[in-house]
Every structure is written in structure tokens, then in C-alpha cells.
């Protein structure tokens, strides 16, 4: 919501193809175990997060979204105020070296922005070791491991842009308190039962699927 969309988008997606093409590269390592086990292993998995995802939906407080909202919060401003204070250590130059020593510093700043760094750095620990990377490491363990990649990242990038646009439609017409209090815990209510469904049905179609059908 605070800054610009296209330099958020860039660095979140580049976190994020990163961290699904590392987690390809983590799956398709474990395809010397024979497929049948990847295979059931991977649909336990399937229905352990589902099950999880549902009873935590259903558990879910209404202060519990306002909670994680705060602690995002929170790192978003300790990297502006590390910022700040670099861009007041770098900016103004120093008298003895002239001006001349900030301008590699800002042709740098040019090409990577800070802020591109900062959605880079908070996508790409925030995601890490969450269901989304279990996920996509499970996926590769037993499927095409190209197709898993393409297909992670494309999921990644709508649901990102769709982040990223709607920050910026909602900040325009609803008020902060509005969207903390009330349109956060609606929306991580609706997408962690969502996502429940989605493990489980993951999980019961494997059933009648056999491990060496390809699929």
C-alpha cells in the first residue's frame, strides 16, 4: 500500500521463483526413493495440511490476523528505519571524498531499489519453510519437476499481483483500521478453509489414483 507496486511485485516474485525452484531442486533430490513412497507419503502430508489448515480456520480468533498484521508491521519499519539510516550515512557524501564517491551509489540504487530489496528479503523469509514450499517440494518428489516449477510460479505470481493491486484499491477506498479489523480476519479465514478443502480433495483423489499412472 505505501509503495510502489511494480518495484514491490518484482522483488516479492523474484523471492518467491527462487524459493520454488530451490524447492523443486529439494524434492527431485529424493526421487532415488521409489515412487510408491513419495507417492502415499506425499498424500499423508496432503491431508495432515489439510486437516490443520480446516481445524485452524475454524479456531481461528478474531485478533489472530490483527496479531501476524502487527508483526509484519513491525519488520516492514525496523528495514525502513535500517533505510533511513543508510541512506543518511550514503546520501549526503562525505567532504573529504567529495561528491563524487555517492554517484556509483546511486547508479547502483538505479538499477536495485532499496524497496525492491525489501520486498525481496521479507517474501523470501516470511515463505520460507511454510506449506507452499512443503508443498512444492512434496509435489516435485513425485511429479515432473519442470511442470511443478512453471506451475508454482505461476500460482505464486497471480496471487502476489493480486496482493499487490488490491493493497493499493484498498488503501484508496477503505480506511487502515477498517482493513486490519475486519477485512484481514475474513480473508485468512476464507483462504485457510479454502486451502484445507484444496489439501483434502488433493488427498482423496490420490486414493483412486494409482502411484505409477503418471499423474
Known amino acids: 500500500m505505501r509503495y510502489n507496486r511494480l518495484t514491490v511485485l518484482a522483488g516479492a516474485m523474484l523471492a518467491l521463483g527462487l524459493m520454488t525452484c530451490l524447492s523443486v531442486l529439494f524434492g527431485y533430490a529424493t526421487t532415488v526413493i521409489p515412487r510408491v513412497y513419495t507417492y502415499y507419503v506425499s498424500t499423508a502430508l496432503f491431508a495432515i495440511f489439510g486437516i490443520r489448515m480446516l481445524r485452524e480456520g475454524l479456531k481461528m480468533s478474531p485478533d489472530e490476523g490483527q496479531e501476524e498484521l502487527e508483526e509484519v508491521q513491525a519488520e516492514i519499519k525496523k528495514k525502513d528505519e535500517e533505510l533511513q539510516r543508510t541512506k543518511l550515512l550514503n546520501g549526503p557524501g562525505d567532504v573529504e571524498t567529495g561528491s563524487t564517491a555517492t554517484i556509483p551509489q546511486k547508479k547502483w540504487l538505479h538499477f536495485i531499489s532499496p524497496i525492491f530489496v525489501q520486498a525481496f528479503t521479507l517474501t523470501f523469509l516470511a515463505e520460507w519453510g511454510d506449506r507452499s514450499q512443503l508443498t512444492t517440494i512434496v509435489l516435485a518428489a513425485r511429479e515432473d519437476p519442470y511442470g511443478v516449477a512453471v506451475g508454482g510460479t505461476v500460482g505464486h505470481c497471480l496471487c502476489t499481483g493480486l496482493a499487490v493491486i488490491g493493497g493499493r484499491m484498498i488503501a484508496q ?43
Open 173 to 215: 477506498k477503505i480506511s487502515v483500521r477498517t482493513v486490519t479489523n475486519s477485512f484481514l480476519v475474513c480473508f485468512s479465514f476464507l483462504v485457510t478453509i479454502i486451502g484445507g478443502i484444496v489439501f483434502l480433495a488433493f488427498a482423496f483423489s490420490a486414493l483412486f489414483i494409482s502411484p505409477d499412472s503418471g499423474f
